[in-house]
């Protein structure tokens, strides 16, 4: 049992770290001593993880995190390979539901990924280039089977697109290969919610991180336009789209001492963590309200609460958007509820500030 561990997978012009490690030792003959000594692992859990992604080959560099990452795998054996199974869970900038499971063969692993609710936009260093728009709203969610096909990997991906808005920033892609452009096919291929479905063939490069599509966006796109044309109630009905109910996820609050309007380092910490989500997702705001606690009651010893209340608030406020913070953020971004005393328990029981992100009104 492993309990809040860190992974860190980096993306690099030398590959992907740490499967570019791995794979070079146990192609490398000098390393043939080394692989005398065998590893296993019969049974592995992990709870409370978090895993961070960075591609430094983009301008500006990539981030995106998976936190309360939960895992368990069996029978792993290094280096030699493995057989068994494994599956974890978390939540990708702990807004979209990640779910992963596969099996270890001798030829590499078979896996199957499901990813809920992704912000679009926070994709757009890989759209953009793939489709020459960058998305300015809209919402993923995407299931994915993979099988190795050395040295690459097959997969599947099914995705369903909602509430998608473009801005041109160069060539349409889809145009070309389609004669439609994207923001009309993207229109007349929806269904009467406004939901878009798409099944696209991918291969993956491991040891390159490299995604390989060529035509099959165009491909798949086409042929949704042309079962769109033979449906005139379909076509019809896209014309009346609505982009629904905005989006709302409550996120682990910012922890503050019982009893205290300061922030200390974990605090501090959080503070950082959510200002970099934000950055990621410009479409979305931070909605936070101080909460008072039972704890806080206790350490106040009936003192009056609302001036911690009011501490809190402000302490977030400047932590999120001065000037000096590492991001900050616009303060119209954020949106600070007042604290007022409730006959109704506090959404959580850590003392601190309450926090939601929730889509641009």
Known sequence: MLS?????????????????????????????????????????????????????????????????????????????????????????????ALDVDGTFTAHGVEARAALQDALLESLNPYLAPLLGYDVTAGWLTLAVEAVPAPPLYNATARVQLSGVDLSQTGVDVIQRQSGVPLPIALGLIANSAGKIDLTLPLAVDPSSGRLTLGSVVGQAVRSAIVGALTSPLRILGSLFGTKGAPHAFAIDPIPFPPGSGTLDAAGAARVTEIARILQAHPSLVL???????????????????????????????????????????????????????????????????????????
């Open 287 to 361: 909605v936070a309200t101080p909460q008072i606690t039972p704890a806080d009651t206790a350490a106040l010893a009936g003192g009056d609460p609302q001036p911690i209340a009011d501490a809190r608030a402000a302490a977030v406020r400047t932590a999120l958007t001065d000037a000096s913070g590492n991001p900050s953020l616009a303060p119209q971004r954020l949106m600070l509820v007042a604290w007022t005393p409730a006959a109704s328990p506090p959404p959580t029981d850590l003392p601190g500030v309450y926090v939601e992100l929730q889509d641009k009104p």
């Open 4 to 96: 809040y561990p860190y992974a860190l997978i980096q993306r690099s012009a030398g590959g992907l770290f740490p499967y570019n490690v791995v794979s070079a030792a146990a192609a490398d003959p000098a390393a043939g001593t080394a692989r005398s000594s065998v590893v296993r692992l019969r049974q592995v859990t992990l709870e409370g993880g978090r895993l961070e992604f960075f591609d430094s080959t983009l301008r500006p560099a990539f981030w995106t995190s998976v936190s309360n990452l939960t895992a368990q795998a069996s029978e792993l054996l290094f280096p030699a390979g493995s057989s068994g199974t494994f599956k974890l869970a978390g939540k990708r900038d702990e807004i979209s």
